[in-house]
């Protein structure tokens, strides 16, 4: 009993302390399709989010670790791939004239970012700097459900909240101001399968995709993981059967 006392006691200290801790698990937790032992990745979903991150986010955030040919996994062609690279040029070279060079990218190539380099992303960006993607559902606390409370936490503030000019409110950012304006709205994007792009689906799908790029192994893992179960039960009936033969003459 004493025990129980002493760690809920801790355990309410550390809430107090960091108040972080507290705003985690008031994060509403979302039906991911990955989520539990034998969850899988939707590669439906994982291409709608690849279609808004191209045709949204990546206008100001890059995705620095990820190469066009790992979106093969989702069921790209070869082709697909090579077309979706070649609509970004990036700098190659030297030549054999020692010049440095344009040229459009291949699927070998890693996702072009939209600056040149983190100055330039902020003078676009008001001095903020947008972050890379390809890690962020690992980086913050909450992960997928972070950014899908990100994506859909934006509202006006409250009437006491003064908000700097060029600054946003957003319910689940830390501190509530954020310089990132609300990149979605219903009917951002239009879907190529044809699935109705309301905010809270385009949400849901680019978190996905991004969950994927932090995790790319993870229905590798997730269908080993059954295997071994699978394994370690036949062997463990194999195993009580043999038992059971050898030692049925001791009585
Ligand atoms: C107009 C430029 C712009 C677009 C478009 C944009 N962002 Fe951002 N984003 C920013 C900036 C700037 C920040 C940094 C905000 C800050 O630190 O105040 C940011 C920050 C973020 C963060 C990190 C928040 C944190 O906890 O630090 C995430 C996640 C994010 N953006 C996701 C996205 C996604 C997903 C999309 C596409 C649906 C997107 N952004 C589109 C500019 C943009």
Sequence with gaps: MRK?????????????AFPALAEEAALPHQPWPWLGVFGQYDKAQLKRGLQVFREVCSNCHSLKLVA?????????????????????QVQDGPNDQGDM??????????????????????????????????LMTKARPGGPDYVFALLTGF??????????????????????????????????????????????????DVTAFLNWSAEPELDVRHSLGLKVMLFLFVLTALLYALKRKIWADVH
């Design 4 to 16: 129980f006392l002493l760690s809920t006691l801790a355990a309410g200290l550390m809430v107090a």
């Design 68 to 88: 066009y040919r790992n979106i093969g996994y989702f069921g790209f062609t070869d082709d697909e791939i090579k077309d979706i690279a070649a609509e970004k």
């Design 101 to 134: 060079f344009m040229r459009p990218a291949r699927p070998s190539d890693r996702f072009v970012p939209p600056f040149p380099n983190d100055q330039a992303a902020r003078v676009a960006n008001n001095g903020a700097l947008p972050p890379d993607l390809s």
């Design 155 to 204: 509202t006006d503030p409250p009437k006491n909240f003064t908000l700097p000019d060029g600054m946003y409110y957003n319910e689940a950012f830390p501190g509530h101001q954020i310089s990132m304006p609300p990149p979605v709205a219903d009917d951002a994007v239009t879907y190529a399968d044809g699935t109705k792009a309301t905010k809270e689906q385009i949400v849901k």
